[in-house]
């Protein structure tokens, strides 16, 4: 019984009908030299990288951010559409608990109050009263 092959996914899909064609593992016979031929000098047009690499788009990321816990911040001013107290959640995410910031953060996102900011902080404040 033959074993199958895993089959390739090819990473660029217009590069893919390029190496599409099946290859064999069994031994081929010697290969016989070629006739000796006169060199030609063909011109190969190559692209450059820069050419290659404008056809796909790329996703950018946020240079400035270091450290996970400056991520997670980003994310809680996100998802409390705070973004002007940024700095704020970099803070909390570094110094308090992530699963205390996760629980107040589900309770937000969870209700349909107009400042979740404010909701968000005074679900933080209860959380840490409640554990000490």
């Not at 404008?54 to 994310?75: M, R």
Request: glycine share 2%.
């Amino acid at each position: 019984m033959k074993k199958k092959q895993p089959q390739a996914l090819p990473l660029f899909t217009d590069l893919a009908a390029v190496f599409s064609a099946p290859v064999s593992l069994a031994k081929s016979p010697k290969p016989t030299k070629p006739a000796k031929s006169v060199r030609t000098s063909t011109k190969t047009d190559f692209t450059s990288t820069k050419d290659l690499l404008s056809k796909y788009q790329l996703i950018e990321q946020n240079k400035h951010i270091a450290h996970e816990f400056q991520s997670f911040g980003c994310h809680l001013a996100e998802a409390l559409a705070d973004k002007r107290h940024t700095s704020l959640y970099i803070k909390l995410a570094k110094t308090t608990s992530r699963g205390l910031l996760e629980r107040a953060l589900s309770f937000v996102t969870d209700s349909t109050a107009d400042n979740k900011a404010k909701l968000f902080m005074w679900k933080l404040e209860q959380l840490k009263q409640s554990k000490s």
